[in-house]
């Protein structure tokens, strides 16, 4: 799906940067041009940000409980979340 | 009539999501027309001008309740690159709206405002209605698969 729509940025787009190493908004943005005009993607790049670095803080081992992966999470109620904690 | 100002922010939060929704299922409509899903751009069309109606049942009441209806406001839009993320884009706004609104009806109750809670209340109903279709149809697309679902909807 689309979260930067202003550049047409895809979440694909997105997971690809953040596993070649984009850590922070300001990569994202240099790097894919997004959360630039409107900003209101800014919110959903965060979140994906933050998903990444919690998948890999709970590849450490011993861990006792495994995180979501990235590639099988499911976003859509992570933007639910978006929608309601915007208002 | 003068309104508590709590009662005009629940009905412009309704109506953020209202005017999202005018824009994400319409451009969704359009983008199912491109592809030549015909049936599932009638359908989403006709939501989106439903949702614009409400819009506007919204913005009246704000302006009869002394308040500034606020139009500039606009949500995240969910939208898809195909089909399937389309729809579950779409029952993500749905969900968000439908609990909104059984808060805003909640809400309206407590403060004897009945005329706004029956407006919540027409627009729950319509809600509720998309979000069954929208529901059914990703059934549709497990129970047949996405290429027989697409065929049928061209």
Redesign the interface.
């Known amino acids: 799906?689309?979260i930067c729509?202003c550049e047409q940025v895809?979440d694909r787009e997105i997971k690809a940067a953040i596993n070649e190493g984009a850590s922070s908004l300001r990569d994202l943005r240099n790097e894919l041009g997004i959360a630039k005009e409107c900003g209101?993607?800014g919110?959903?790049a965060k979140a994906m940000l933050k998903e990444h670095a919690d998948h890999n803080r709970s590849e450490r081992p011993p861990l006792p409980k495994q995180a979501p992966s990235c590639g099988s999470t499911d976003l859509?109620?992570l933007?639910?979340h978006?929608?309601?904690a915007?208002? | 009539m003068k309104s508590d100002l709590p009662t005009v922010k629940l009905l412009n939060?309704v109506l953020?999501?209202e005017l999202?929704a005018t824009n994400q299922f319409f451009l969704h409509a359009r983008m199912y027309k491109n592809w030549g899903l015909n049936a599932l751009n009638d359908h989403t069309y006709k939501a989106s001008i439903k949702a614009m109606k409400q819009a506007d049942d919204l913005i009246e009441r704000v302006l009869f309740l002394e308040g500034l209806p606020n139009l500039q406001d606009l949500?995240?839009?969910?939208?898809?690159?195909n089909t399937d993320?389309m729809l579950?884009?779409d029952?993500?706004?749905v969900?968000?709206m439908r609990?909104?609104l059984v808060e805003g009806i909640g809400h309206c109750e407590s403060a004897t405002d009945y005329v706004s809670r029956e407006l919540l209340e027409d627009i729950l109903e319509h809600t509720e209605d998309h979000m069954d279709w929208l529901e059914t149809q990703l059934s549709l697309i497990d129970k047949v698969g996405s290429k027989n679902y697409l065929q049928a909807m061209m």
């Open positions: 799906m689309y729509i895809t209101q993607c919110h959903c859509f109620p933007f639910g978006a929608i309601l915007s208002d | 939060r953020k999501n999202t949500g995240k839009l969910l939208i898809g690159e993320e579950r884009g029952v993500t706004l969900t968000a609990t909104q």
